[in-house]
Every structure is written in structure tokens, then in C-alpha cells.
């Protein structure tokens, strides 16, 4: 089997071609290295499926690469590629979001039509939801997106659901709620919270610490993706929660747990864009994916951990 994978150097990303590669697969990875966060954090991720005779990379953006004649051949397309990050999708950056996650995703569409209708499975988000009062989110629950980040993942998941209908093209939507674990991006919480466990600095924690996550580790997270290829149904969506609601400050607490470190906790104002409380309902996903979450938090957290003192 060949798939190609967008986002290969990122945290989903690299973990997915590594699962690949690991039975069997042959991989092209793309990634177009944007400056959210440094190249070598990416580099580092993607190192090991580089040393792999089965995968292919080529460098650079959606936008801009011919893509037909690197999606020829494949059977899969896994389109994990977007410029991450609630809070920065306000302002002027807006544009890099609405090209990275918008019109990337057109592009992809496209090309996949043109070399073949593969099967696309999109990675989405639980930021479409918004916030809600009626919990646990499931597919078919209201989106209205509190955050620019989220319209524009949104408006991503609306296009695959016009290929699909328009041009029967296969595409599988897979939204990801909170996903965590080793390679995890230094802006997201877990890794700024055991990073400041490590380094004795302060936890900057923003709001008053009530709300509440649904986390899933990202095993749990690449185990749904594949299975979304091998049997989702097109047009479908889904949604990938770790099946377990959690309050912030409550994680503060695991994590001095986890790491036998007392943290000082800085409090911040709640950000913009940043959702009140998730929880997914993922009935559609065991259904037909066969997906059911295997790492707790306490469990995914330790390896989060341990991967953290490695790297540093």
C-alpha cells in the first residue's frame, strides 16, 4: 500500500508515517516547514521515517507544489497538513490560515480528483463545535467555532463533504479532540505544563482552570486515522476523543503526580478563541471504525514525560 501524508513533519504527522512504515507501507511525506514553531523540532520528529528506504519527502506548501503527480500511484491521501494554533488565528495572520487550512485543502481535493480519486481521510477538529451546553459533542451537534482557527477547519471539512457529493470523491473527515502525547507541539498545554514541571518555572495556566478537555493520546489518535482509511464511510465524519472529561486544574494535579514536581501555578486571563469545555461522543467512530481509546490520561501523560526528560 502507498499514502501519502500531508503534515509529515508535524506531531500527527510523523507518528502516522512512523505507523506506516512500520508494516510495510510506502510513504511520501510533504511539509512545508512553516514558522509556527522551529524547523528542528520538525526535523527531529520526521528523522526516523527519513532513514526508511519506503519514504519519500518533498518540501513544501499545498499551495504552491504540483500535486497530482506526487499523489499518483496512491491509495491513500492523509491530509494532516494545517497552520496550527487557536489564539494566533486572530489579526493579520488570519491570511496564513485561511491559505494553510482553506485553500490547501481545495488544492488537495483536486489534485486527488485528478490522479485518481484516492481516499482522503482530513484531519479536523473539535474547535468546529465551539462552545456548547449540550455535552458530549457528537457529529451532527451545532458548529459555531469560537475561533478563527476553527472557521477555517470548518470550512476545510465543508469542501470534502462538496467533493464528496459533487465528484464522489472518498473523503473521511476525523475530528480530533485535544490530542497529546511524545512529539507534542511546545505551544500546546500538556507540553508547556511538564516542561515547566521540568525546568522548576512557573505553569502559566489561562482561566480559572474549570473547563474541561476530552485528551486523547496520540496512539489512540493515529489508531482512528488508519482505521478511517481501511473502513470509514465517505462523506462521513467523526469525531476522536480520549472518553474521558477532565477540569485543567485537575491535570495541574496529575501532572505533579506524574512528575513528583510541585508547580507553581501562574493564572492568566481566558484567551479568545479558546472553548469552555469538550467531551466527545464517539458511538459513530467504535461503530464504524472500530475506535475505542486504550491510554489513559495518567498513563499517556507518564510517556509524555519520559519523552520530554529524553529530549531535552
Known amino acids: 500500500m502507498k499514502a501519502v501524508v500531508t503534515g509529515a513533519a508535524g506531531f500527527l504527522g510523523s507518528h502516522l508515517c512512523d505507523s506506516l512504515l512500520a508494516d510495510g507501507w510506502s510513504v511520501v511525506g510533504i511539509d512545508a516547514f512553516v514558522d509556527y514553531y ?8 520526521l528523522a526516523r521515517a527519513c532513514r526508511q528506504p519506503a519514504f519519500r519527502f518533498v518540501e513544501g506548501a499545498l499551495e504552491d507544489l504540483e500535486l497530482a503527480p506526487i499523489l499518483a500511484g496512491a491509495d491513500v491521501v492523509f491530509h494532516l497538513a494545517a497552520q ?20 490547501a485543502t481545495q488544492r488537495l481535493l ?9 481516499r482522503v481521510v482530513y484531519a479536523s477538529s473539535s474547535s468546529v463545535y465551539g462552545d456548547s451546553q449540550a455535552l458530549p459533542l457528537r457529529e451532527d451537534s451545532p458548529c459555531h467555532p469560537i475561533s478563527p482557527y476553527g472557521v477555517t477547519k470548518l470550512a476545510a ?26 512529539r507534542q507541539r511546545p505551544d500546546m498545554a ?46 462521513a465524519v467523526y469525531n476522536v476523543g480520549g472518553g474521558e472529561r477532565v477540569r485543567l486544574n485537575a491535570v495541574v494535579d496529575l501532572i505533579q503526580e506524574v512528575t513528583g514536581r510541585t508547580l507553581a501555578v501562574e493564572r492568566g486571563p481566558a484567551q479568545a478563541g479558546d472553548m469552555r469545555d469538550t467531551f466527545a461522543d464517539t458511538t459513530a467512530a467504535a461503530r464504524d471504525l472500530g475506535f475505542k481509546s486504550r491510554v489513559p490520561l495518567g498513563e ?3 510517556r509524555e514525560w519520559a519523552w520530554l526528560k529524553e529530549s531535552a
Open 110 to 118: 483536486e489534485s486527488a480528483l485528478a490522479s485518481g480519486r484516492q
Open 300 to 302: 499517556g501523560l507518564a
Open 38 to 45: 522551529p524547523r528542528a523540532i520538525k526535523e527531529r520528529a
Open 84 to 103: 496550527a494554533g487557536v489564539r494566533a488565528s486572530w489579526g493579520a495572520d488570519f491570511a496564513r490560515y485561511t491559505s494553510h487550512n482553506v485553500l
Open 190 to 235: 500538556f507540553h508547556r505544563f511538564l516542561s515547566a514541571a521540568r525546568d522548576g518555572q512557573p505553569l502559566r495556566l489561562f482561566g480559572d482552570g474549570e473547563q474541561t478537555r476530552d485528551f486523547t493520546y496520540v496512539d489512540d489518535v493515529i489508531a482512528a486515522t488508519r482505521a478511517a482509511a481501511a473502513g470509514g464511510q465517505p462523506g
Open 157 to 182: 471539512e465543508h469542501l470534502c463533504r462538496l467533493y464528496h457529493r459533487t465528484h464522489a470523491l472518498p473523503v473521511v473527515s476525523l475530528r480530533y479532540f485535544t490530542a497529546y502525547g511524545p
